[in-house]
């Protein structure tokens, strides 16, 4: 089947198997490897990106799903100057992340958080990132970092 | 140079950071190489059983497929089985039982996630699809999963090499002491405790990437290792025969390990294997049902332990019986974690005179068994500080005067316990005091009756433990069975235009090499922190490493680095004296300049560094050009982190269910290169050990041996609204002997939280006459400690 959908604001369109999932898609055709794949279970939330604006996991979409769709992948999120999106730089200033393998997938999430919660408190941010699994950090500074995050892009 | 945000002792922001916040990350599975086609591992869905024919046919004959192989082709392609890189000693002086652990099953499989063949094809679908035309004739036999139940007569045996199921007995301690103390107490307090089975869960599955190269005769592997160089020297001479030198094992970005990515695993030596045969790289990636079967699980330890006291609460002697799992085969350091990593931290803080410590190692029908974040040391921990906290309240005393009562003195160091190991430096008193204000322990009666006013049971649980890190002194770890070296390699390099480039043998997968190495060498040479890189994984690129666990990266690796900066300031310092006019001995090196004493002749070390590969005016009949220096450091001893955790809990009598209200950490590293990340790994080491006093556990049906948490799903991981915010701190002596004073800080969290947490709860409720929960304190079995305490008091 075909698929025409815009990642990171470029048109794509190809030809895929029907059973492709949205995760397969951005790494394997588009060579997207910012997203990550770590269950078969749709638990871990390493492989969160933004479709049409809002967080999903994308190893829970079939890519025909987002067909028409705008999807925002980790590696649209910096400026085309090189400068970090709030969020990725509240990660970086707060220590948010260690190995950085659930990193893409917590801080899409965090965006998506922080738009649908202004203001978040720490119960709320732990309970919404409750969909993200962090091995490393003990989400200590995930936390501190949504809040930080949340800060630097209402002031901007 | 010292900068005030990058030099030794700062929080500097990391180097690593920026790639992996973009998406510019590298891990293994982000690598593809031109032609690569997929593997696929068909693994045994049953515990236990003999293989009477595997057939390949239908699956050769399916679309897309390269390769089918099975332990036949390995076979016969004389591949040996995977090595165990440690032997323990038996106690009657025989070494261990150590069957053959092929790398793909031969005869029989021995745990549910055993595999049985490879399939290789043009895509991963199609491998996986084949896979499962693959027809396996098996024999189900019985099978045995827990370790008690497979010493017992008439069970189903694993290996026919190592009847009982016994792989080894291993004591460590005076027996007869021990006897003696017991015989003088005044009270003995004992306790039957499980130490659970957990799965490592790094959030990047494993996976590898092979290839060959005809023209070279040269193979490279790309797969999430701990340690690539030990991987290459297991992989090329033991299993493959292949020369070490033509095979290149690269550790790219890694998604954390936890130990669990050290042991060289069977499906990287097939891949190696394999990508010759098919004359094509090969790509293989663990589905996370694979980690859960596959990857090296963590404990699974059955427990009795026996505490010795006088009147007065001091402690006259501990006994220590351990059965402990070993899985179906042994892993790379399996054998040292139960005995080596385990009993010789059974003297704790305390000055415990007499010691035994009995283990007996056991293969069962499931998963291997190593080291996991703490390895051995969590287990020893939850041993001592569970009797501690047990005998405090059996004796009617405070849980902090009991432990101070029995803590070394700041005083007796360095101290010989009578468990092997000599501590170095250690301030008890100084972690549980501060911990103690931290925690706001005065407060906490207050605490606990507000809580009761709401109808729930406030406890609050204490843990003073120690570990042994900076994994090790090579002849030390020799005399106890390693048959491996643990020094480390480190090189400095500085280029012609004075920038660096750190080479290490330790591996960073989430710790923060690239910035804490950074600091500690750009501070050293005064140079831009910014012009410091720092390179590691790479078997092609590092002269030789052992990699990182133990909590050995800085103690161990960054002293490798010092050796290494040690000689390229020596170097620098005769270039400097040959540049300056004077003697080498009038020449003061400090912060990147070196100074002809008592004058202002200077110059700098990027001037030195110019200098060295443009040797114009140069000593060149006494000194060779060129400023790249390597060293390799094995410490005398290990190093010995320390700490006092605090944890206070609250429990809903009528669900069961805990909530960690209050964490407070505070642990003795020795001096702190970078309080940032060190904090960090606190965090995430406490994470998984409130995970293992809450949450976790591998279940093993003990029937059929089918994995039941085989997803996340089933195991259930500490999620961000499982966890507290943490107070963490530092009160540091530092380690005195080696060359940054640093002890290590990755596992601390990990080894010190359960039995906080665990002895919180049954502080909590105590009123109610529960005396004893085994970890994971899940709601059910909270609550039905409850009510079988209720029901026994009823009666």
Redesign the interface.
Known sequence: MNVSLTVNGKAVSAEVEP?TLLVEFL?DELG??????????G??G?CTVHLDGRAVKACSVLVGQADGAEVL???G??GEDGS?HPM?AA???Q?G????????GM?MAAIDLVRSYPGAS??T???Q??G????????????RAVRTGAANMEAQ | MATAETGIGKAAKRKEDRRFLTGEGRYTDDIDLPGQVYACFLRSPHAHARINRIDTGPAREAPGVVAVYTGDDLAADGVGGIPCGWQITDVDGQPMKEPAHPALAQGKVRYVGDQVAVVIAESYHQAKDAAERIDVDYDILDAVVSPAEALEEGRPQVHDEAPGNQCYVWELGDGDAVDDAFNRAAHVTRLDLVNQRLAPNAIEPRAAVASYSRGEDQYTLYTTSQNPHVTRLLMSAFVLNLPEHKVRVVAPDVGGGFGSKIFHYAEEAVLTWASRKVGRPIKWTAERVESFMSDAHGRDHVTHAELAMDDSGKFLGMRVNTKANLGAYLSTFAPSVPTILYGTLLAGQYTTPAIHCRVTGVFTNTAPVDAYRGAGRPEATYVVERLVSAAAREMGMDQAEIRRRNFIPRDAFPYQTPVALTYDVGDYDATLTEAMRMADVDGFEARRKEAQARGKYRGIGYSTYIEACGLAPSNIAGALGARAGLFEAGEVRLHPTGKVTVFTGSHSHGQGHETTFAQIVASRLGVPYEDVDVVHGDTDRIAFGMGTYGSRSLAVGGSAIMKALDKVIDKGRKIAAHMLEAAEQDIEYDDGTYRVAGTDKEISMGEIAFSAYVPHNYPLEQLEPGLDENAFYDPTNFTYPAGSHICEVEVDPDTGKVEVVNFTAVDDFGNVINPMIVEGQVHGGLAQGIGQALLEQCIYDPDSGQLVTGTYMDYIMPRADDLPSFRVGTQNTPCTHNPLGVKGCGEAGTIGSPPAVIDAIIDALSPLGVRHLDMPATPVRVWQAIQDAQGSRAA
């Open positions: 059973r790494r997207l490897t910012g997203t990550h794949v770590g269950c078969d279970t638990q871990c390493a992948t980790i590696e999120l910096a970090l990725q990660f970086h200033e220590h992340l260690q190995c950085g393998f659930c990193t893409p801080v720490d119960t941010i732990r309970a990132l409750e993200n699994l962090c091995r490393c950090t003990g989400y200590e500074n995930i936390v």
